[in-house]
């Protein structure tokens, strides 16, 4: 048992919804308490939060680790995590695109033990929507979910089949668990690695329209409809689409969906600069794409930020455009580029913004303690420098992989701490910092 007691001092607490200027005392792990004054502690280790922010810890939905897989050389649970936590993350949904796919109870098992052994970080598997994601058979849902597994899914892939769509939603209702769609119609991106438009057609290569996620959406809303399972809508690329969220929940269906930082800072402009760096699945669109998504995420249509962090080595990217692999990594500095996009632009407040990274990410997967910090409570914090400036440089990322288009950007906004049931497991906190020896 972790027997330290850590004072985190004269902090920002964003929690909940609330902000007030206070102490967190944690103790053996836990929060012990949460005050509004100087908290009178002794022999304590603390930290000095003076114009930071204490956060419950990050959530991230939706990042691919690569484990199980046959090579590890894109990332391992253990270098995902040490990528996580350096970005202020507590707890990250993995997703089961691996080799072998996430598909068994057995397999969610050992991914759970796994993450569970490293420690450091909450690594919490989504499952399989159908046998080896082929939408051909529909997976052991109810299996998986009683193993541990936290959502359903094919990410990678879209489940295409009408029928299919129908059964999976059905067994995840049935079983209270939500399911997360890769909007991809792929009869509509045969071919296609950039978003369809002006720079597509004068780089000649394959077009990727807007229409291939919004259909998916249409379709899914509407079977869903009688159904009534927690449908999530993964990284959304185009504006259009959030109209349809938006109408889907005004209708009182339980529609979310999630934006990530290079879906709200990037256009497909960046295919011509960076080139493979800015090839993703979605594809990057246009500027109108980027403020009906800012829009969305305003008015609340948009709950949920989510990275989906994905490794490649660099060889994979080294490739002509349409051979290239898709993606990018995200956990390092996705927070500063959030704060970026979404802060700096004046579309949240620091307080709103953190509850798309902690309570609505939380409520979505079913566990809304993960989400906010309770007396009694394991202490997962996160404590943010919102005027930290720094110089994004992939060289420097825990994650194995470097392929990341924001190199050389300048930013504010970072975590100084990632604290970990009461154990602080990354830190940049300098003299902030006192040691205390106990007695
Ligand atoms: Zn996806």
Redesign the pocket.
Known sequence: MNMTTLLLRNGRIINNGQEFLGDVLIREGLVEQISDFKIDAHDCDSIDCEGCIISPGLIDIHVHFREPSSGKHEETTESGIASAIAGGFTTVCT?PNTTPAIDTPEIVQVAIENAKRLGQCRVLPTACATIGRKGRAIAPIRKMVSSGSIAITD??DVVEDDAMMTAVLQECAKNNVPFMQ?CQDPNTTVGGVMHEGIVQKELGYGPWPRSAEESIIARDIQINETIGAKWHA??LSSGSSVALLREAQANNQPISGEASPHHLLLTHEACRDLGTMAKM?PPLRELSDINLLKEGIADGTIKILAT?HAPHPLHTKNKPFADASFGIVGLDCALALYAKALVEDDVLTWPQMLSMMTLHPAALINRPELGRLQVGMRADITIIDPNYTWTIDSNTFASMARNCPFDGWNVTGRAIATIFGGNISHQILNDRFAHCNQS
């Open positions: 997703m990410d990678g890769h993964q990284h699945n989906d």
